[in-house]
């Protein structure tokens, strides 16, 4: 159930992001994992695509990287680095 909160935040955040550029389609994501969110990118992205779906973030392509470091303050989220938008 974590990740459902996780990627529940992700969502809000890409729409938030979309909403405030006035943006009618969201494109791409860029998405880095913590060390210790216990989630793997295919899991992710599993999550991502039925979560953006009726959204303005279905079909977005979704790009995941992993990080490794335990100790940094953000090793337990899902932090989103980047969002491409279509006006």
Do not use: Y
């Not at 909403?19 to 599993?46: M, Y």
């Not at 990287?65 to 100790?71: A, I, P, W």
Request: no cysteine; net charge negative; glycine share 4%.
């Amino acid at each position: 159930m974590h990740e459902l909160s996780l990627i529940a935040d992700l969502m809000r955040k890409i729409e938030a992001i979309a909403r405030d550029q006035q943006a009618s389609k969201v494109t791409g994501v860029r998405v880095r994992i913590g060390a210790l969110a216990n989630i793997s990118v295919d899991h992710l992205l599993e999550h991502f695509v039925d979560a953006a779906r009726g959204t303005v973030a279905e079909g977005a392509r979704a790009e995941i990287e992993t990080l490794t470091d335990v100790t940094d303050p953000h090793a337990q989220e899902i932090l989103l680095d980047s969002v491409e938008i279509e006006d």
